[in-house]
């Protein structure tokens, strides 16, 4: 039997099961608000075509009105200014897409303070725990925050001083990114970085250090609890947009049961 029907046999029998990690995308998905005086995305909208009417009798379209950064999506190095000269999403290589993947869990420190920071010696920690971080893989960051997502403005957690999300602290970011084999960060939250990370220096250190290196980003993800620590594949399936800073993506994770 080759190596790909023992996979598929594997996820017939349940052996391999597949865990989405992505959140579903809809009107209601909460989207990232910035300050005036920048720009923001659109939110996510269909836009019907026909629905087995006068307009088209047997079929049902939309068009679809979103921006690159709405929902569970990936963050290609372009979207930064420290990554302009790096690739677009339609030029990340397709083997990027499919890697190992390893879960940092943070909730009860998230749950006891929506404005933790993880620090490099959390991460050391987990690795004394678990083994080092995966080359060539994702460190998956759980904060529990998925759990908000039905609700906006329990998810963004803003008041006059801004957004309280978790996140990871400047220098952690950037050893993260530049000393470490990992090729991608995924979070729980509306972005890579922390709700207060704009008055952080470098503002936005994930952004800035991660796309900066070549590497690539996850946000609001789902059911990271439903993974082990380590072992899991991660598959992100962006769309190959042309000249795309990011895109919305399915995100999947294959485990052994």
Not at 83 to 105: M, T
Not at 196 to 205: S, Y
Not at 227 to 233: C, E
Not at 238 to 246: D, K, N
Request: proline fraction near 9%.
């Amino acid at each position: 039997m080759s190596l790909l029907d023992q996979l598929l046999t594997a996820v017939s029998d349940g052996r391999v099961e597949i865990v989405d990690l992505t959140a579903p995308l809809s009107e209601r998905t909460p989207i990232l608000q910035l300050p005036e005086p920048f720009a923001n995305t659109v939110p996510f909208r269909l836009e019907e075509i026909s629905r087995y009417d006068d307009r088209g009798p047997a079929w049902y379209w939309n068009n679809v009105v979103t921006g690159e950064h709405v929902g569970t999506h990936f963050d290609a190095p372009v979207h930064w200014a420290t990554g302009r000269d790096g690739e677009d999403v339609s030029q990340v290589p397709p083997g990027r897409l499919v890697a190992p993947a390893v879960v940092l869990d943070a909730s009860a420190h998230a749950a006891a303070d929506p404005d933790f920071l993880l620090e490099i010696d959390h991460v050391r920690d987990w690795e004394k725990a678990n083994g080092p971080l995966p080359g060539g893989g994702w460190l998956l960051f759980r904060t529990g925050w998925d759990a908000r997502s039905g609700d906006g403005d329990a998810f963004l957690n803003a008041d006059e001083t801004g957004s309280h999300t978790p996140g990871i602290s400047a220098e952690c970011a950037r050893w993260l990114a530049e000393e470490t084999p990992v090729i991608g960060l995924g979070v729980e939250t509306v972005g890579t970085d922390a709700g207060g990370a704009h008055a952080f220096d470098p503002p936005f250190p994930c952004h800035s250090y991660f796309l900066g290196a070549g590497k690539y980003g996850l946000t609001q993800l789902q059911n990271l609890e439903r993974l082990p620590a380590r072992g899991a594949v991660l598959i992100a399936s962006p769309l190959p947009i042309v000249g795309g800073s990011g895109s919305p993506a399915r995100v999947l994770a294959l485990i052994e049961r």
